[in-house]
């Protein structure tokens, strides 16, 4: 079929027909086969995923939780939502989850946690202009 032949054909369908057309023209969706996570009692990142899914602490592993600030933090955050003293020394050690954790936790001034982010002049800057310091 010529061009001309061709474009002649597309201007005489309908609408509907050349929606069809380009449906079925279009190479079909890639569906991304859905993996099952195993759960891993000693990752601290499974651990925090298993927490959200039940939506409840898990006391059990929470030592394996404290063995990563970041985890730590968002285990607070996400699960416990309330201060979690246990954790704290972990947090502190990271200057950006230790701002995180006096700005979305505690939401006042983290004393014990001030010369770790101290440590980064940013979260350093931020955490003083939010704490009016």
Same mark, same amino acid.
């Given at each position: 079929? +010529?061009i001309? *032949?061709? =474009? /002649?054909d597309?201007?005489?369908?309908s609408?509907e027909?050349?929606l %069809?057309?380009?449906e079925? +023209?279009?190479?079909?969706?890639y569906?991304?086969?859905?993996m099952?996570?195993v759960?891993?009692?000693t990752?601290?990142? +499974?651990?925090?995923?298993y =927490?959200?899914r /039940?939506?409840?602490?898990?006391?059990?592993?929470?030592d394996?939780?404290l063995q990563d600030p970041?985890h730590a933090?968002?285990?607070?955050r996400?699960?416990i939502?309330?201060?979690?003293?246990?954790?704290?020394?972990?947090?502190a050690?990271? +200057?950006f989850?230790?701002?995180?954790? *006096? =700005?979305?936790?505690?939401?006042d001034?983290?004393?014990?946690?001030?010369?770790?982010?101290?440590?980064d002049?940013f979260y350093?800057?931020?955490?003083?202009?939010?704490f %009016?310091?």
């Amino acid at each position: 079929m +010529s061009i001309l *032949a061709r =474009a /002649i054909d597309i201007l005489s369908q309908s609408d509907e027909d050349l929606l %069809n057309t380009y449906e079925r +023209s279009k190479p079909p969706k890639y569906k991304r086969p859905r993996m099952k996570k195993v759960f891993d009692p000693t990752s601290p990142e +499974s651990v925090y995923d298993y =927490a959200v899914r /039940i939506n409840e602490r898990v006391p059990e592993y929470e030592d394996i939780i404290l063995q990563d600030p970041r985890h730590a933090f968002i285990y607070v955050r996400d699960v416990i939502k309330d201060r979690w003293p246990e954790a704290e020394d972990v947090i502190a050690q990271d +200057s950006f989850y230790a701002y995180l954790y *006096a =700005a979305d936790v505690i939401k006042d001034r983290w004393p014990e946690a001030e010369d770790v982010i101290k440590q980064d002049p940013f979260y350093w800057r931020k955490y003083k202009e939010m704490f %009016n310091m």
